[in-house]
């Protein structure tokens, strides 16, 4: 709740002007039964027509003011639950992108959409109620008990005697409530992430025929939700007879004690009416409260997963970003004894290496051997367990990550492109690309040949996720984006896996002409040989380094791979 008050302390003009206007419309609400008493008594029983369009005419003016007070308090308290949600769904967007890959898959991406959607929602709502009801019905409930006193005090007695079963149904409810809810909120959670599996593997999905199995287990997750949410719902349900129930009794008790008091000519018929209409609001002004803390108990949940997120441990970026400059020179690459585990795992463990500024680095290994955890470790996306890694002489430790990633270009296994144009998406790399930077790195990535013919060119429109491009063509041009970059280290993670021999091959030689360091990691030996360095790389150890010659002699591993892939290449 202290996430919640901080923010909504920003709008503390509308809360207040939300509170004004609460404020005129309660005192109009109050004024009411009192003003219908008077229309009863001083003009209904003794027909005088005079004293009812007076009093009805002043009825009806205050009407219209408190119809106005209503609608202002709905407009700023609108105004500061829309802003409130808007400033806590920049804090976890914000907060998102700069989660630590660890913490990022805990969560998961179900979850995390989740959170910055329904999560922000229920706070939304209960912000808007705070701001309605919970100014609305204690003046309401207080002013009406002070009315009734005023009235009546026996029959306010009466009244009174029911408010402690109410308060006891509510609390009971909100207890019951809130555990169900933050299930409900897990159960949400597990529906979005198999909602998203299937949508993104929907091809693997009817490749294998599993259609029917993925179906079968979102229904399961589906059951499990509608059953957790049936059980909250028909526990908040009980609310609605239960209250309703209590104030119908409460009504028939004041108006057959009340009736009593009139045959004894000591309370007149417009005060058992004005009563009657008082106790409605304070019951009314009580249900409101409670079903303020049923909300609450929901809001509470979601709040209590957007601190959980809020609190995850982030990247250290800082707030003021780094320029990246228009040229830069190659820069040298030392790795000392460095070591990466995961959980305990190691993943890489006591790796070193010396590259001169422009070597060109070749990283190959077995499935799981490290090389992937070694970009991670180069970028800082991953922090080491052991040992450092100096770029052009300085720690990277030492430099900020944005210092740090200003000075790298990555493309990864997995191409990622953004809805957009293809100029917005080369300009990820440099901002400050011009047009004739763009089609050069466009050129030496072998993707001007496709990206020419599109509609529009550098202005043709790609889908989200490169959806409308082939495997090819979306890594061909997220290699585009990264040597639109003037970086100092070029790092391609298996970026070529979905070209063809051919196109690899042109793609590998417009590199050499680059003036960078580069660190290509491939599974195709083809790719590596003419490396100036080369990593073999297993079980997240260095098995052997140095250019392909050398490496055939000495490393048998290295020698194995390639007689394995020559031999196929010339079975195929």
Same mark, same amino acid.
């Given at each position: %709740?202290?996430?919640l008050?901080?923010y909504?302390?920003?709008y503390?003009?509308?809360?207040?002007?939300?509170l004004l206007?609460?404020?005129?419309e309660?005192?109009?609400?109050?004024?009411?039964?009192a003003?219908?008493?008077?229309?009863?008594d001083?003009?209904?029983?003794?027909?005088?027509?005079?004293?009812?369009? +007076?009093?009805?005419?002043i009825l009806?003016?205050?009407?219209?003011?408190?119809?106005?007070?209503?609608?202002?308090?709905?407009?700023?308290?609108?105004?500061?639950? $829309?802003?409130?949600?808007?400033?806590?769904?920049?804090?976890?967007?914000?907060?998102?992108?700069?989660?630590s890959?660890?913490?990022e898959?805990?969560?998961g991406?179900?979850?995390?959409?989740t959170?910055?959607?329904?999560?922000?929602v229920?706070?939304?709502?209960?912000?808007?109620?705070?701001?309605?009801? %919970?100014?609305?019905? !204690?003046?309401?409930?207080?002013? @009406?008990l002070v009315?009734?006193?005023?009235?009546?005090?026996?029959?306010?007695l009466?009244?009174?005697?029911?408010?402690?079963?109410?308060?006891?149904?509510?609390?009971?409810?909100?207890r019951k409530g809130?555990?169900?809810?933050?299930?409900?909120?897990?159960?949400?959670?597990?529906?979005?992430?198999v /909602?998203?599996?299937?949508?993104?593997?929907?091809?693997?999905?009817?490749?294998?025929?599993?259609?029917?199995?993925?179906?079968?287990r979102?229904?399961?997750?589906?059951?499990?939700?509608?059953?957790?949410m049936?059980?909250?719902?028909?526990? %908040?349900g009980?609310?609605?007879?239960?209250?309703?129930?209590? %104030?119908?009794?409460?009504?028939?008790?004041?108006l057959?004690?009340?009736g009593?008091?009139?045959?004894?000519?000591?309370?007149?018929?417009? $005060?058992?009416?004005a009563?009657?209409?008082?106790?409605?609001?304070i019951?009314?002004?009580?249900?409101?409260?409670?079903?303020?803390?049923?909300?609450?108990?929901?809001?509470?949940?979601?709040?209590?997963?957007l601190?959980?997120?809020?609190?995850?441990p982030?990247?250290s970026?800082?707030?003021?970003?780094?320029q990246?400059?228009?040229?830069?020179?190659?820069?040298?690459?030392? /790795?000392?004894?460095?070591?990466?585990?995961?959980?305990?795992? !190691?993943?890489l463990?006591?790796?070193s290496?010396?590259?001169?500024?422009?070597?060109?680095?070749?990283v190959?290994?077995?499935? @799981?051997?490290?090389?992937?955890?070694?970009?991670?470790a180069?970028?800082?996306?991953?922090?080491?367990? @052991?040992?450092?890694?100096?770029?052009?002489g300085e720690?990277?430790?030492a430099?900020?990550?944005?210092?740090?990633?200003?000075?790298?270009? /990555?493309?990864?296994?997995? !191409?990622?492109?953004? +809805?957009?144009?293809?100029?917005?998406?080369?300009?990820?790399?440099?901002?400050?690309?011009?047009?004739?930077?763009?089609?050069?790195?466009?050129?030496?990535?072998?993707?001007?040949?496709?990206?020419?013919?599109l509609?529009?060119?550098?202005?043709?429109r790609?889908e989200q996720?490169?959806?409308?491009?082939?495997?090819g063509?979306?890594?061909?041009?997220?290699?585009?984006?990264?040597?639109?970059?003037?970086?100092?280290?070029?790092?391609?993670?298996?970026?070529?896996?979905?070209?063809?021999?051919? $196109?690899?091959?042109?793609?590998?030689?417009?590199?050499?002409?680059?003036?960078v360091?580069?660190?290509?990691?491939s599974?195709?030996?083809?790719?590596?040989?003419?490396c100036?360095?080369?990593?073999?790389l297993?079980?997240?150890?260095?098995?052997?380094?140095g250019?392909?010659?050398?490496?055939?002699?000495?490393? !048998?591993?290295?020698?194995e791979?390639?007689?394995?892939?020559?031999?196929?290449?010339?079975h195929?």
């Amino acid at each position: %709740m202290k996430l919640l008050a901080r923010y909504i302390a920003r709008y503390w003009y509308f809360a207040l002007g939300s509170l004004l206007f609460m404020g005129t419309e309660v005192a109009v609400n109050l004024a009411q039964p009192a003003l219908m008493g008077r229309v009863v008594d001083e003009g209904i029983i003794p027909s005088d027509m005079g004293a009812i369009v +007076r009093l009805g005419l002043i009825l009806f003016g205050i009407v219209l003011i408190g119809v106005a007070g209503g609608i202002g308090c709905t407009i700023t308290a609108s105004a500061a639950a $829309t802003r409130t949600a808007r400033d806590l769904r920049d804090l976890l967007y914000h907060k998102v992108l700069r989660l630590s890959l660890k913490e990022e898959s805990r969560f998961g991406a179900g979850t995390l959409i989740t959170r910055l959607t329904g999560d922000i929602v229920q706070v939304q709502t209960i912000v808007h109620m705070l701001l309605r009801m %919970m100014i609305r019905a !204690p003046l309401l409930a207080l002013g @009406g008990l002070v009315m009734s006193f005023l009235l009546s005090p026996r029959l306010t007695l009466i009244m009174l005697a029911s408010l402690p079963l109410l308060a006891g149904i509510l609390i009971f409810l909100i207890r019951k409530g809130i555990p169900l809810f933050v299930e409900a909120q897990g159960e949400m959670d597990r529906l979005n992430t198999v /909602v998203r599996e299937n949508l993104e593997g929907v091809r693997v999905v009817r490749a294998f025929v599993r259609t029917d199995y993925e179906e079968g287990r979102f229904g399961k997750v589906n059951d499990r939700l509608k059953e957790v949410m049936t059980k909250a719902s028909s526990l %908040m349900g009980l609310a609605f007879p239960l209250v309703f129930l209590i %104030m119908n009794l409460s009504i028939v008790a004041v108006l057959w004690a009340g009736g009593f008091l009139v045959q004894e000519g000591t309370v007149q018929v417009g $005060t058992i009416i004005a009563l009657t209409n008082y106790l409605l609001q304070i019951l009314f002004a009580l249900m409101m409260i409670g079903f303020f803390f049923m909300g609450l108990s929901r809001a509470q949940a979601s709040l209590l997963r957007l601190s959980e997120l809020i609190e995850a441990p982030e990247e250290s970026l800082s707030l003021e970003s780094v320029q990246i400059l228009p040229s830069r020179s190659p820069a040298s690459l030392v /790795v000392e004894d460095l070591s990466v585990a995961y959980d305990g795992t !190691p993943a890489l463990s006591d790796i070193s290496f010396e590259a001169p500024a422009g070597t060109r680095i070749g990283v190959i290994g077995p499935t @799981g051997a490290g090389k992937t955890t070694l970009v991670m470790a180069l970028l800082r996306m991953t922090e080491p367990s @052991g040992g450092r890694v100096l770029l052009d002489g300085e720690d990277i430790q030492a430099l900020s990550l944005e210092e740090l990633r200003a000075r790298i270009a /990555v493309v990864f296994q997995k !191409p990622v492109l953004f +809805r957009g144009t293809v100029a917005d998406n080369l300009r990820w790399g440099f901002p400050g690309a011009t047009e004739e930077q763009m089609i050069e790195a466009l050129k030496k990535a072998q993707a001007w040949e496709f990206v020419s013919r599109l509609p529009g060119v550098l202005e043709a429109r790609i889908e989200q996720g490169g959806t409308n491009l082939s495997g090819g063509q979306r890594q061909r041009l997220a290699i585009a984006r990264a040597l639109v970059r003037p970086a100092s280290l070029l790092i391609l993670d298996d970026a070529t896996s979905a070209l063809d021999a051919a $196109t690899e091959s042109r793609l590998l030689s417009s590199l050499r002409t680059l003036p960078v360091t580069t660190l290509l990691i491939s599974q195709r030996m083809s790719a590596i040989t003419t490396c100036d360095l080369i990593l073999v790389l297993d079980d997240g150890r260095l098995a052997g380094a140095g250019p392909h010659p050398l490496l055939l002699e000495q490393c !048998p591993l290295y020698r194995e791979l390639y007689e394995t892939q020559i031999e196929g290449a010339l079975h195929a």
